[in-house]
């Protein structure tokens, strides 16, 4: 049961990450917030994988060709993912974008299933239900604390799906590179994949938007917060992983909607309605059920 903390604290720390992406979107842009993350988060993983290196004897790493495709696709699915929800964030608020992103919950449970082999017990696939009832209600638009804007629901649910999807392929890679050491691993895992998306999302903008690449470096300090805080959020998700088919994993980490919407009301002026909150008790019950189960 060593995931559900660890999930939690991935939760908590995801939550900051995002609230400092967010407020560099404003200048960068949704691809530049997204690169935040990798770039600023890339040294931090680094270091991460040096310490637990020094404080894991025996540890081999085993990285087969099966670990760099996981990494590839991971990587490719979770910066779509990224930009999506910041986009999703700014045509609704920092609450609901987080919530919608917890779309994820049930399509991790499916895609895990259905090409990753795991196996959910029926306890789970009906606190994933609950949950996802309390998010759609959550994230549903009402008159009155929030407008949303076309297309926020779209990007919302999209990028739960990616942000599933390559969970999935991370904790594949994570189990391919030493199953033995499995923190180790996840941590890792974070920083090959964070190396990928440096590179890729860095290039492609450093030849098609130097302005919001621009934008990223002159917000540094705001930004180192959010790679540190991304990189430990990534190292704990993949070490949840790593311990727990994503199934589950996502259904606890919807704890992070509750904390967001503290942080929406306290950084950004946001509100949620009486209505939303009970959503949020009913997708709470949810939580309970699935990790129990």
């Known amino acids: 049961m060593l995931w559900i903390p660890v999930t939690i604290g991935a939760a908590t720390l995801q939550v900051a990450r995002n609230a400092a992406q967010r407020s560099v979107m404003t200048g960068a842009g949704p691809w530049g917030a997204t690169l935040v993350r990798f770039l600023f988060g890339l040294p931090f993983a680094l270091l991460f994988v040096g310490i637990l290196w020094l404080a894991t004897p025996g540890a081999r790493f085993h990285p087969s060709a099966a670990f760099f495709l996981a990494c590839l696709a991971g990587a490719g699915l979770q910066m779509a993912a990224t930009a999506s929800m910041l986009t999703a964030m700014q045509r609704s608020s920092f609450a609901l974008g987080t919530a919608m992103q917890q779309s994820g919950l049930p399509f991790a449970l499916v895609w ?16 994933g239900g609950i949950a996802t009832l309390g998010l759609t209600a959550l994230s549903w638009p009402r008159g009155g604390a929030v407008h949303m804007q076309r297309g926020a629901v779209l990007f919302g649910l999209g990028s739960g799906a990616m942000f599933a999807l390559s969970a999935n392929f991370f904790r594949q890679g994570a189990l391919a590179l030493d199953p033995n050491h499995l923190v180790l691993s996840a941590f890792a895992t974070v920083a090959v994949v964070q190396a990928i998306q440096t590179v890729s999302l860095g290039g492609w903008l450093l030849a098609t938007n130097r302005t919001a690449v621009i934008a990223v470096v002159a917000a540094w300090r705001r930004s180192l917060g959010a790679g540190f805080c ?33 942080v929406g009301r306290r950084l950004f002026a946001e509100r949620l309605s009486l209505l939303q909150w009970a959503a949020g008790g009913l997708t709470a019950a949810g939580v309970v059920l699935a990790a129990t189960g």
Do not use: C, K, Q, Y
């Open 230 to 262: 991304g990189a430990a959020a990534s190292g704990l998700w993949f070490t949840a992983m790593a311990l727990s088919p994503v199934g589950p994993v996502r259904a606890v980490g919807v704890i992070e909607m509750p904390i967001a919407a503290l």
């Open 112 to 127: 895990g299933v259905l090409f990753f082999g795991d196996h959910v017990g029926p306890l789970v696939w009906l606190g």
